[in-house]
DNA sequence: CGGTGGACCTGCTGGC
DNA sequence: TGCCAGCAGGTCCACC
């Protein structure tokens, strides 16, 4: 579900709810979700106040007071939410904190592809989650010389780049399709084969799908909801993803569905060359 | 270096 | 109606 603007979303709709406020207690109901869960540290976080939330690459972080942030990746079934401590526990609710005002922040996810770990703030670039991360695609906004940079040298396919994150980050199947749509590239293009022009188009096109993403709300495609349980709406702005056999939005051909690094891609004949 | 395929896991959809 | 194959927003690894 998630990639960089549904974090973003999530974070915003939460911050002004959770900032300021203190973790309780926490209840963890699974050993692991794609790694273990530190019952030990986690358990540490209860009796602190949440200082602000920020993001790293699709990690939600929640900075808390002494020095320690609770970092929560979403994966792709992953979903965080405020709820009242009323409400009984849902299906795959695997890990939750109770707040005061008879609130629950839950973390919920199916797949259990999700990570939620704690670190020290001070260090959270040298945790190993974050050590390799690339350049984040907004503020400062991405730009076409610094994307040819960051491809110089390099071979492949320009969507499995965009997807490195590596390089850059937050641009996950959906984003990186869309981009490359609104650039009119095709997916299977070298990265050899793009000149100045186009990196300039494809680093507009990031930014201005990942900030228009962020504006509806993000994408809802089958689970993904802020924190207050808000779907997005951006789903229905989608040109060419899951569109397989339709017409493109742009110029109506048929969108074509091809398969990159075991993904799905989805794109137009006509439109991206 | 890059590409492929698989692993992790549950749930939903579509075809028969 | 039921069953089963295929697919899903993300990483991470082994192997060619």
Same mark, same amino acid.
């Given at each position: 579900? &998630?990639?960089?603007?549904?974090?973003?979303?999530?974070?915003?709709?939460?911050? &002004?709810?959770?900032?300021?406020?203190?973790?309780?207690?926490?209840?963890?109901?699974?050993?692991?979700?794609?790694?273990? @869960?530190? $019952?030990?540290?986690?358990?540490?976080?209860?009796?602190?106040?949440? !200082?602000?939330?920020?993001?790293?690459?699709?990690?939600?972080?929640?900075?808390?007071?002494?020095?320690?942030?609770?970092?929560?990746?979403?994966?792709?079934?992953?979903?965080? %939410?405020?709820? &009242?401590?009323?409400?009984?526990? !849902?299906?795959?609710?695997?890990?939750?904190?109770?707040?005061?005002?008879?609130? $629950?922040?839950?973390?919920?996810?199916?797949?259990?592809?999700?990570?939620?770990?704690?670190?020290? %703030? +001070?260090?959270?670039?040298?945790?190993?989650?974050?050590?390799?991360?690339?350049?984040?695609?907004?503020?400062?906004?991405?730009?076409?010389?610094?994307?040819?940079?960051?491809?110089?040298?390099?071979?492949?396919?320009?969507?499995?780049?965009?997807?490195?994150?590596? @390089?850059?980050?937050?641009?996950?199947?959906?984003?990186?399709? !869309?981009?490359?749509?609104?650039?009119?590239?095709? &997916?299977?293009?070298?990265?050899?084969?793009?000149?100045?022009?186009?990196?300039?188009? @494809?680093?507009?096109?990031?930014?201005?799908?990942?900030?228009?993403?962020?504006?509806?709300?993000? %994408? %809802? @495609?089958?689970?993904?909801?802020?924190?207050?349980?808000?779907?997005?709406?951006?789903? +229905? +702005?989608?040109?060419?993803?899951?569109?397989?056999?339709?017409?493109?939005?742009?110029?109506?051909?048929?969108?074509? $569905?091809?398969?990159?690094?075991?993904? +799905?891609?989805?794109?137009?004949?006509?439109?991206?060359?």
């Amino acid at each position: 579900m &998630p990639e960089l603007p549904e974090i973003e979303v999530l974070k915003r709709s939460l911050e &002004p709810r959770l900032a300021g406020r203190r973790l309780l207690e926490v209840r963890i109901h699974a050993p692991a979700l794609r790694e273990p @869960l530190d $019952r030990r540290a986690l358990g540490d976080l209860t009796g602190r106040r949440i !200082e602000r939330l920020g993001r790293r690459s699709k990690y939600l972080l929640i900075e808390v007071e002494g020095g320690r942030t609770l970092v929560i990746h979403l994966g792709m079934s992953g979903r965080l %939410t405020l709820a &009242p401590e009323a409400a009984e526990r !849902e299906a795959h609710e695997h890990l939750s904190f109770r707040l005061d005002a008879g609130e $629950r922040l839950r973390l919920r996810d199916p797949r259990r592809f999700g990570v939620a770990f704690v670190a020290p %703030t +001070s260090g959270l670039g040298r945790d190993r989650h974050f050590l390799h991360l690339g350049v984040e695609p907004l503020a400062p906004a991405l730009s076409g010389p610094q994307l040819a940079g960051l491809a110089a040298g390099r071979r492949g396919p320009v969507k499995s780049f965009l997807m490195d994150g590596r @390089l850059l980050v937050g641009v996950g199947n959906i984003y990186a399709t !869309e981009a490359l749509h609104r650039a009119g590239i095709h &997916p299977a293009r070298s990265v050899a084969r793009i000149g100045a022009q186009r990196w300039q188009n @494809l680093a507009d096109a990031v930014v201005a799908v990942l900030e228009r993403a962020i504006d509806e709300g993000g %994408t %809802t @495609l089958n689970d993904f909801t802020d924190g207050a349980g808000q779907e997005g709406y951006f789903q +229905s +702005s989608l040109a060419v993803y899951g569109r397989a056999g339709k017409p493109c939005a742009a110029c109506g051909a048929t969108v074509r $569905r091809i398969v990159q690094g075991g993904r +799905s891609t989805f794109y137009c004949p006509r439109c991206q060359r």
